[in-house]
């Protein structure tokens, strides 16, 4: 049986508005609780990822355990306009929600970093008090690559349409001249575009000091981690970084267009966070 969340939605104060969060809460509270904070992904994956979200926000209650989500400045049901958006500022999105969950009442903080979230949860986490672990969920490592993966979306709808999909020189050219790029919905900001481009997990992990836990999701027990994502832990292994690297079978729930879960992923998190056997 799956144990009861109490939802508990507030709008809490962020640097440029207010932003929505939504608090999962255990019935049972105590002075050491701990409250998992989700940094998210990026645009239409943000959405995607969200009932897993769910899934485990249900399972870490029956454990004592919170889920805090914050959407970031111009992201869902906060303030702000996805245009208006920047990098840092969802950076310090992040920060705000770690205080928000110290202002509940909470000990103890993980941040989980889904994807491109796991940029922001690194970035984040020299600043978040009381934070216990980093966990990441198939995280992306350089920003840059994750652009341009966005921008193909772009290409292949204009050339499923006949038209000239453009290439990323011509949309990078755009964004120097001040003006935003579309791309399947969203309208990223020069700034926005110039802040994830940055972003790299090499710029950002010399001084976090917490354990960093890993999952990587492969579709079957055949594949295998990619050799880049191996070459950076242990690359972090090598500079002392607390850093253990997981595997969970299961299907890529932040592409699929269609409700896809992976329930593995749920369960191991929940093992790996509260040391007890989960069985589907």
């Not at 939802?7 to 019935?27: D, M, Q, T, V």
């Not at 400045?73 to 245009?83: L, M």
């Not at 499923?160 to 579309?182: C, K």
Request: aromatic letters at 8%; a negative charge.
């Amino acid at each position: 049986m799956t144990p009861s969340c109490r939802l508990e939605p507030a709008y809490i104060a962020g640097g440029r508005g207010k932003l929505f969060s939504l608090h999962c809460a255990p019935e049972a509270r105590n002075d050491r609780a701990e409250c998992v904070i989700v940094a998210p992904s990026f645009a239409e994956e943000m959405n995607r990822c969200r009932y897993m979200q769910t899934m485990l926000a249900q399972q870490l209650v029956g454990h004592g355990i919170a889920l805090l989500s914050v959407d970031p400045f111009g992201t869902g049901d906060s303030q702000g306009e996805f245009v208006e958006a920047d990098w840092q500022q969802w950076i310090r999105d992040i920060i705000t929600a770690a205080d928000y969950a110290g202002q509940l009442g909470y000990r103890s903080v993980t941040l989980l970093g889904i994807r491109l979230g796991a940029l922001l949860a690194a970035a984040a986490a020299p600043e978040v008090k009381n934070l216990q672990r980093l966990v990441f969920w198939q995280p992306v490592s350089n920003g840059k690559i994750a652009l341009n993966q966005f921008l193909r979306i772009k290409i292949a709808a204009a050339i499923g349409r006949d038209e000239d999909g453009g290439t990323t020189a011509q949309f990078e050219e755009q964004l120097n001249r001040g003006n935003s790029i579309q791309v399947a919905g969203y309208d990223v900001s020069p700034a926005l575009f110039r802040g994830v481009q940055a972003a790299h997990f090499d710029q950002y992990l010399s001084p976090v000091t917490a354990p960093i836990s890993w999952f990587t999701v492969l579709a079957s027990e055949e594949r295998s981690t990619p050799r880049a994502d191996l070459k950076t832990i242990e690359q972090w292994r090598s500079e002392g970084k607390q850093i253990e690297h997981l595997t969970s079978i299961g299907p890529a729930f932040w592409q699929a267009h269609e409700r896809t879960l992976a329930p593995n992923l749920v369960n191991e998190t929940i093992s790996h966070l509260t040391g007890a056997p989960q069985h589907e």
